[in-house]
């Protein structure tokens, strides 16, 4: 599972995420630092990444796309260091695997991890 790490966080998570078994890479290492969400919500997809944020923009743009990928982790925390959640999140994607692989929306917190399947349609 390739994990695509935003630029909203550090890219410490990079190293976490790696350390934990998965691949993963930072924004600033593949793209322009500057780039829209849009920009790499197509990288993410086009070279079958999952992309890790704490942006509530990607959800945003998947809702109004209803794009089927690339999956998106959200991050919902007020604390969003990878010592700190790092472990949680690396759980959560290694449990949602078979589904983030199909195309869902996962959310993080503290307390809990919810997931929906892609594309999100209005209720």
């Not at 793209?31 to 959800?59: C, K, Q, W």
């Not at 869902?104 to 209005?122: C, E, I, K, S």
């Amino acid at each position: 599972m390739k994990v695509l790490v935003d630029m909203n966080l550090s890219p410490r998570w990079v190293d976490r995420l790696n350390g934990l078994g998965l691949q993963a890479a930072h924004w600033s290492a593949v793209g322009r630092v500057n780039a829209p969400d849009s920009e790499i919500m197509d990288y993410a997809a086009a070279n079958d990444y999952i992309v890790l944020t704490h942006d509530l923009d990607f959800s945003a743009i998947l809702a109004a796309t209803h794009g089927e990928k690339p999956s998106v982790v959200q991050i919902r925390a007020e604390d969003v260091n990878p010592d700190r959640i790092g472990a949680q999140v690396a759980a959560a994607l290694r449990q949602m695997e078979l589904e983030l692989q199909e195309g869902a929306l996962l959310t993080v917190d503290p307390n809990r991890t919810r997931l929906r399947l892609l594309p999100l349609l209005r209720a």
